[in-house]
Structure formats: C-alpha cells, structure tokens
C-alpha cells in the first residue's frame, strides 16, 4: 500500500510540473513574444510584407487585367460535398466541388487531383499553390500560362531566397531584374544592407526591402543618408498614423498629405488622387507622387510606366 501511495505522490509531482512548465512558457512568450508584425500588414497600405505581396499589388490595380488567379481561396470550414451536392445552380455546384478539390489537392500536394478540377481558374490555382508550397522552380513550369509560370518563379525565389531561380527569365528581360530585386528585398537583415535597398531599381521592392533592412524605427534613425532615413521613417510611421498630428509628424510630403486623406476618407483605398489609374496608397510605396501624374516629366503618365515596367521616377527611362 505504501509503494501506492508513492507512486500517486510521484504521478501527481510529475504532472504538477508538467502543467507548471506550460504556464512558465505561456507567461515567457507573453513577455518574451517572436519578433512583432511588421505594422505594414494592415489595411492603409493592403500590402504585405511577405513572399507573396506583389501579387496582390497587382491585382489591385485598375485596369490592369491580371493573368493571376485569386489564388488565396479560403475554403471556408462549412463547405462539405454533401453541402455543394445541395446547391440548386448546376454551376454553383460544380465550383464549390472544385473549390473542395483544390483544397484537398493543396492539403496533400496531389498535383494529379489538381489536374482533375473543370474549372480551369482553381485548376490553375490549385497548381500555383502547389508550386508555392513545395518551393520548386519545376513545378512551376506545370502551370498553364507564361504569366501564372513567371509569378511562381517570383513566389519561390523569394520563399527560398534563392537568387538563382531568377534564372529562369530571359536575362535581358525586366522580369529577371524584378525578380532579383525581388529576392534581395527578402534577403537583407540589417542597417549594413540598407545601400542594397538604395541600388534596386524596382522601386516597391525597394520599400518592402527597406523594411526588412529595419527592425524598427529606431533603426531608421541609423541611417545616414537623409532621404533614405526620412524614407524609412514615412514607412513605419504612415501606416500607424491615425490622426491629424500624427499624419503631420511624418518626414515625406507625399505620406504626409496621402495620410491626411486617409483618416477622412471612408473609402480610402480606391482614391487615386491624380485620376492617373494608380491609387494613392500604392504611389507613395512606389515613390512616384500621387498629385502629378507624370511624376517625371517625360511625357508618360505614372500609371502607363509602371504597367510597361519603366521607370516612373527616371526621365531617360519611358
Ligand atoms: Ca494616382
Ligand atoms: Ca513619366
């Protein structure tokens, strides 16, 4: 009876410290939490700062047919065959089946079940995710179209921050430029590679590129070029900015008037200032000014450089 009685000391001991070391961690990652979200990730400027952010930019431009599928489908919980088998439209049916597919075929990287989805936007989807997942520059090539085939590339090198897989385009080509740019905006980490940032000529890429060169806007403060550092500056201080003396204290003109008109307008992210097809959210990220519309001056309007991939910013280039 007495070895009983031990053991049921010794159990109770044992999960006494278990339940212990699970409020220590609970309490230390309260404390001590993983490096915060970057504040870009919200919706002043709907851009975020991971792998995946140019694509968005893309398909939010006006104007710009993208080639990109909506590739974020979120399956919401809910959807069951049994539930798509009830929909009384015989095409509602059939998407919300492929859409169950997909998320199947995602969930166990089956690239053949891909294949077998009708709907040819999820079936492209559905690979483009597949690709993304699995990080290989060969699966991309799967992909229907040149277009969804070079945002894969760009999705993987980034993801592997692998400059290499840029390779993939023609090297005279800008898509080969941006995707480098791309990958070394994912790669830098600290204030000593703040002059790579300073040399891409992608120019969103040079924003997200800073950011990640940056912890935090002390880290700006380190910089010692100005206008690099009153960038940086507009770029954590913008998007956390919520009243008219805080939209004031930010260094560059151009965040400074967009952020006055972005905490009076309830439609925000469909103004566009300059009627240049080109919101203003996505100008002062791109460094062009979202009051002019041909920032340069060469006689292109800001938004017909950006989709021909010249420089907004540079007369010689349009
Ligand atoms: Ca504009
Ligand atoms: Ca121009």
Known sequence: MPNKKIVLIAFSIIIALVVLSFIFFFVFSLIFPAKPPLPLVNNNYPISTQATST?????????????????????????????????????????????????????????????????????????????????????CRKLGSDGL????????????????????????????????????????????????????????????????????????DKIVDTATKDKCRSLYLYPVANNQAACEAIPLESYRKVCLIRIKSADFLSVDSDKDGLYDWLEIWINTDPFKADTDNDGVSDYNEYINETSPVDPSSK
Not at 67 to 82: D, W
Not at 184 to 208: H, R
């Open 55 to 139: 694509v968005a930019v893309n398909n939010t431009i006006s104007g710009n047919a993208s080639v990109l599928p909506s590739f974020r489908v979120i399956i919401p919980n809910i959807l069951t065959v049994e539930k798509c088998n009830n929909l009384a439209n015989i095409q509602d049916k059939g998407k919300c089946l492929d859409r169950l597919t997909e998320y199947d075929a995602v969930n166990k990287s089956d690239g053949v079940k891909c294949l077998a989805i009708n709907d040819a936007s999820f079936r492209d989807d559905c690979l483009f995710r597949l690709a993304s997942k699995s990080n290989k520059i060969s699966e």
């Open 149 to 220: 085939q070079e945002a894969c590339v760009n999705n993987v090198s980034a993801n592997t921050k692998d400059i290499s897989g840029c390779d993939f385009f023609a090297k005279v080509s800008n898509n080969y430029q941006e995707c480098r740019d791309r990958v070394q905006a994912f790669l830098v980490s600290g204030i000593s590679d703040v002059p790579i940032c300073q040399n891409l000529k992608t120019l969103e890429y040079s924003s997200l590129c800073l950011l990640h060169a940056t912890q935090s806007l002390a880290d700006c």
